[in-house]
């Protein structure tokens, strides 16, 4: 009998009764998984080191596959890794715009495990503990006494450590995570109940808005559905600034993404997985193990799995020399074979142990009694098609309970009355029709005052992705149809009277100008080096429209560096760096258009740092906090801000002293050739 706790064999036979896998304890019923525990260990080896990985985990239902995930929670938990999990739902999801991707942060911070609390709830430790090593850290540099340093006076040195450290480890959102974990050190030093909640509500993901979160904390953003993987990140390495191996993520029932009834939103949620991958395997992230669970119709379908997303299939296409003999457990895609029959009998006899351990009896139920079990069990009719070990577990439990409860039952009997049903749950998803249907009455409830035609939410339904929303409608006319023109926050659409619909994507228009008439305006449009027209605008519409427009190609193409220095310049309110910022921005402009080489070479040189600047003295500036740190920060960035500026003017300098070398150049050589030709004289 292997040694177990009290607490694990009743979290076992209690979580197999139910029909779930127990969160603790798993070590101990693991049996025919040796090559895969090993990959784990050796992965997780890799992670500790630096790296990153992303595994998915495949198999038919009944499988194993959750079993093998809390495996590896506790495997990792050893490690000294922080774990944490989330199943996807229809209401949790990886990409979403109406709070499923934020829904399923704050799952995974609510399920944050470590060694020593592996149910969860882990991260007000995680978080006092570091805060404890701050402080420490602070007397020590400061060569001030541990004691002392909790006081009052010392407030200010302790909340520049905390954001020095948060801005060393962290990527994005820095000031306001650094701001979140600030208020949490008040209220940890102060024993402000109210205040650490709400600090805790702010990293969890809980706020629903800007405005109370600024009201209780002071922050200028919130974690959302867009942000929140980067939030996750910063969590990540924050756990190995305490000291912990890395952070382990788990996410199972990916079901719920391949039923995702929208082609789009489905291939946004695994455009989602594909970044997950890239950074784990590209090294734009450290110590971080990301695992999704599925079925193989989730990999394989090529209409609606991970399959169907090209860049997907190629990274987790197979290996193609594996057979069910000779496994690669290297590659991302591990799939999990059913155990065989010695490996449930070995299952099944531990379990009986952990039975006897937990409820302090001994049953009578040999060896051979399992093996009489399983004779029958396996030879049920149905037990090819829907036998699997979690059911054939729940049964032989039962039957010891029954046993237990009932020393006077026949065995005999008990496994005769053995029936074998389909355990799984019907998967009902809405026909095409009902999808639309349903998609037309959200769309009429949510754009209910723009007053659409039943036709035009008929076309909407079948064209508008989940995430995009409308922004204005105008009447207008194109190719002589007459109908509904909207701008959505990626693109144009027209919708006809005769129900046909024309997309131009913001991203292909390279002009938009318009001309007025008596009382309509035509709105042209150079879609891809094709000249457009869309006409019968109002006259009082079309300014609007196009200014919304222009706005809206501004947000989405800033892929030159001057369009991200002219977005900027929009977004401070400071005169003397704005003032700079447009410098900066012709600057960036007359190298990109003079030579495309070298501007694209100069665009990569500054563009992600001076973004980073410019992203936190914004949040610096929105934040409105009076304090000599925040200050101090702001001060340092304008004289980043202004060093760059000199940069900029010097790269140009140098360019244009380039020139005027080649020019000097060629025009010595033209005199020459007029002398030599007799057409001047010296």
Known sequence: MVKIKPKEATAIINSLISGVVPKIGVQHITVGRLKEVAMILSALEEVKDGHSKMKCWIGDFGSGKSFMLYLLNTVAMKQKFVVTQADFTPHIRLYSNDGKGQALYMALMDNIAIQTKPEGGALSVLLEKWIEKIILNTAETHKISPTEIRNPEYTDLIQSEIMKTVNQITETGSFDFGLAIIRYYEAYINNDDTLRKNALRWMKGEYTTRTEARKNLGVSNIVNDRNYYDMLKNFCQLFVNIGYSGLVVN?????????????????????????????????????????????????????????????????????????????????????????????????????????????????????????????????KPGAAEFLTPREVIRDFLNILNIIRQNPEAEKEKLFNEIAITDEREPQYIDSEEETKQKRIKKLEKQYRNMLLSPEVLEALAGTLMDDENVLKTVTASFKNESGILMATERRLLFFGKQKSNVSFPYSQINEMTYTSGYQYSVLHILLNNEKLAIDFIPNSQVKPLLNLLQAQIEILERKTLSAELQYWEKEIA?????????????????????????????????????????KQYQALESSEIDSPEINASKERIEEAIATTHAAFEQELKNIFQSDMLDIDAESAAYLQSLKNRGLIHS
Request: proline content about 3%.
């Open 251 to 379: 996410l199972d029932e990916a079901v719920n993404l391949y039923n995702i009834p929208h082609p789009a939103m489905r291939q946004r949620n695994y455009e989602k997985i594909l970044n997950m991958y890239n950074d784990c395997f590209q090294g734009k992230i450290e110590h971080l193990f990301i695992n999704i669970a599925g079925t193989t119709d989730v990999l394989e379908d090529q209409l609606k799995g991970f399959y169907c997303y090209d860049a997907l299939r190629t990274r987790l296409k197979p290996n193609l020399f594996e057979t069910a003999k000779l496994r690669d457990y290297a590659q991302p895609v591990i799939r999990l074979m059913p155990l065989n029959n010695n490996e449930i009998f070995v299952l099944l006899h531990n379990l009986k142990e952990i039975f006897d351990f937990n409820y302090n009896v001994e049953i009578d139920f040999s060896d051979t009694d399992i093996q009489t079990f399983m004779e029958e069990i396996f030879n």
């Open 574 to 614: 400071n005169e003397s760096i704005r003032l700079l910022l447009n410098r900066m921005s012709r600057i960036a402009h007359v190298i990109q258009e003079k030579d495309h080489t070298a501007g694209e070479i100069f665009s990569m040189r500054h563009t992600d740092t001076v973004s980073k600047l410019l």
